[in-house]
């Protein structure tokens, strides 16, 4: 539902609900057989029940009106006190939430007292549904004069009347008078269940309005979270995680990307930091511009600042034409320098000057050409430490690191894992031209359950090994696992020192572990040979029927054709 549509709900609801009370108020008022025309009600009761329905038919702020109307229907009643009671389901208590009374202290002790629904006239009338007179309280068994005890107030004539919703009673309005006023009479219980029909639709209104209010709002977070979402998506899609360290990565992102200072990523290798700067660049005013990355470490000093800066013909060897850098290549787009904390203190000079002039002179040249770019560094390293150190400009530092962003290790959000799994084997699967069913829940189990030193790149070479191992149409299961996820691992398939040729031959030979002299064979040949006879027995056994013949060995379809292939046993 819209927040429009909640609206037009309550908008509606509150229209029917005032006509119904107008509606009520009118047939009492025009009914001569009702018992409140036929009592003596002067002018002053009879304004204040069309006062109560027009009140109520046109507010649904409680807390306001409802202290209006019972210290009206005080004055008017000539009584001592009036206060609303209404049911707590949960805790089956009777509380205060309105009172008014002559002595203001006696109406807050009154608000802070909850007493048991099953005590007092007030029980009497919430279970009957039915109005009480009570003359005198002190002969009455049903009085509980608790109240009057906590409160400091002296009753002795009460009336209680239900306050009845389309659900039954939710509470009961209470009038009181002490010692040195009268009694109360019929009259004025009439008057009293005449007001707490339009009391009653009132709170039920609001009640409703109050959790329509709190729907919208839920409703407004959700949609402002799934445009978040939507949005997020649309520029972050190619990056996985709903970890709260990743949602924090998300929200730095796109606040980097609306500025245009300089952002230094910090992340272990293999956590996906390029992955991050593209997103932050496809997400800038920049995104229509080019995105050129580069790895500091990958290169000599020589030919990095032949990539960033460029050269003239002649500058070097092998100079044969002028080159355009990057820096100028990336006209209006961004540069990524992976690795930055690699880079040599010489051409960290040179970057400075060209970060602070935002001019660059080609290698061999001295003219300086202007460059507009954005700069995105990323580095596994401790760039602070290495400042501190030496070992990196602190000047460059400063210039590189003004908006930092850490990218959290995958052992810090595990719960990504899952997600990162299904992404990458639907990734592996379409590019290896397969239908992958899924992963069994042992494999599944030890891919969450394992550290990944290596990150997310590490967690994606294990998932595109293991779809390769992976028959089209079959699930991935643990034997298809490296053996550090404690599946067998392609080496245990093919034995490259020849133990599997060798133990075919004391297979096909009908050996035993025992050479020609009763000497003992090498323990692989001989696990080998016992391997080969036990499973070409199993599907001879099995009419050579492989779903038939892996459930009796007790592995996957998947390992058992490998061992096939593998013994030469197809």
């Given at each position: 539902m819209t927040c429009i549509a909640?609206?037009?709900?309550?908008?509606?609801?509150?229209?029917?609900?005032?006509?119904?009370?107008?509606?009520?108020?009118?047939?009492?008022?025009?009914?001569?057989?009702?018992?409140?025309?036929?009592?003596?009600?002067?002018?002053?009761?009879?304004?204040?029940?069309?006062?109560?329905?027009?009140?109520?038919?046109?507010?649904?702020?409680?807390?306001e009106l409802v202290p209006d109307v019972i210290s009206r229907c005080r004055e008017v009643m000539k009584a001592d006190g009036v206060a609303v009671l209404l049911h707590d389901p949960e805790r089956d208590e009777l509380y205060f939430p309105y009172a008014s009374g002559a002595d203001p202290s006696i109406d807050q002790r009154l608000r802070e007292l909850r007493l048991p629904a099953d005590k007092g006239v007030a029980s009497v009338v919430l279970s009957k549904g039915v109005a009480q007179l009570v003359e005198d309280v002190t002969t009455d068994p049903r009085w509980y004069g608790k109240i009057d005890e906590a409160t400091g107030a002296r009753t002795r004539s009460l009336l209680s009347a239900p306050l009845r919703t389309r659900n039954g009673p939710i509470g009961v309005i209470e009038v009181v008078n002490g010692p040195d006023r009268p009694a109360f009479t019929e009259d004025d219980l009439d008057l009293l269940d005449a007001m707490t029909g339009p009391v009653a639709i009132a709170i039920e209104n609001a009640r409703m309005y109050s959790e329509l209010q709190a729907r919208e709002r839920t409703l407004k977070t959700q949609i402002d979270v799934m445009r978040r979402d939507i949005a997020r998506h649309d520029r972050f899609g190619n990056i996985v995680g709903q970890a709260p360290s990743m949602q924090r990565v998300f929200h730095l992102m796109e606040k980097s990307a609306a500025s245009p200072i300089s952002v230094l990523i910090e992340g272990d290798t293999g956590t996906g930091k390029e992955l991050v700067a593209r997103g932050i660049h496809d997400a800038s005013p920049r995104a229509d511009e080019p995105f050129l990355a580069v790895n500091c470490a990958a290169l000599s000093r020589e030919l990095l600042e032949s990539e960033l800066f460029g050269h003239v013909r002649g500058a070097f060897t092998g100079a044969d034409k002028d080159r355009v850098g990057l820096f100028e290549a990336a006209s209006r787009g961004t540069v990524f320098l992976d690795e930055i904390g690699e880079m040599q203190l010489q051409t960290q000079v040179k970057l400075l000057r060209v970060l602070q002039e935002q001019e660059v002179t080609r290698?061999?040249?001295?003219?300086?050409?202007?460059?507009?770019?954005?700069?995105?560094?990323?580095?596994?390293?401790?760039?602070?430490?290495?400042?501190a150190a030496g070992t990196f400009r602190q000047d460059l530092y400063y210039r590189v690191a003004a908006f930092p962003i850490v990218v959290p290790p995958l052992?810090?959000?595990?719960?990504?894992?899952?997600?990162?799994?299904?992404?990458?084997?639907?990734?592996?699967?379409?590019?290896?031209?397969?239908?992958?069913?899924?992963?069994?829940?042992?494999?599944?189990?030890?891919?969450?359950?394992?550290?990944?030193?290596?990150?997310?790149?590490?967690?994606?070479?294990?998932?595109?090994?293991?779809?390769?191992?992976?028959?089209?149409?079959?699930?991935?299961?643990?034997?298809?696992?490296?053996?550090?996820?404690?599946?067998?691992?392609?080496?245990?398939?093919?034995?490259?020192?020849?133990?599997?040729?060798?133990?075919?031959?004391?297979?096909?030979?009908?050996?035993?572990?025992?050479?020609?002299?009763?000497?003992?064979?090498?323990?692989?040949?001989?696990?080998?040979?016992?391997?080969?006879?036990?499973?070409?027995?199993?599907?001879?056994?099995?009419?050579?029927?492989?779903?038939?013949?892996?459930?009796?060995?007790?592995?996957?379809?998947?390992?058992?054709?490998?061992k096939m292939a593998a013994f030469d046993l197809r």
């Open positions: 909640v609206r037009e709900v309550v908008d509606d609801h509150t229209a029917r609900a005032g006509c119904l009370r107008r509606s009520c108020c009118n047939s009492c008022r025009r009914l001569p057989g009702s018992s409140l025309m036929a009592s003596p009600l002067d002018a002053e009761r009879s304004q204040l029940l069309y006062d109560l329905s027009c009140a109520f038919s046109t507010r649904l702020d409680l807390d290698v061999g040249n001295n003219v300086p050409r202007k460059v507009d770019f954005r700069l995105i560094a990323a580095t596994n390293r401790d760039l602070s430490a290495a400042a052992c810090e959000r595990r719960e990504d894992i899952p997600l990162l799994v299904e992404h990458f084997v639907a990734l592996a699967a379409k590019r290896h031209k397969r239908k992958i069913l899924g992963v069994e829940p042992a494999a599944f189990s030890a891919l969450c359950s394992f550290d990944w030193p290596g990150n997310i790149r590490e967690l994606q070479n294990e998932i595109e090994r293991a779809v390769a191992l992976t028959c089209d149409g079959e699930t991935i299961d643990i034997d298809v696992l490296s053996e550090k996820l404690g599946g067998e691992g392609a080496a245990d398939l093919t034995d490259s020192g020849g133990e599997v040729a060798a133990g075919a031959e004391h297979a096909d030979q009908g050996a035993s572990i025992s050479g020609d002299r009763g000497q003992a064979v090498p323990l692989r040949e001989a696990r080998t040979a016992f391997e080969i006879d036990y499973v070409r027995r199993a599907l001879e056994r099995n009419d050579r029927n492989v779903t038939r013949t892996a459930r009796a060995l007790g592995i996957s379809r998947v390992m058992l054709q490998k």
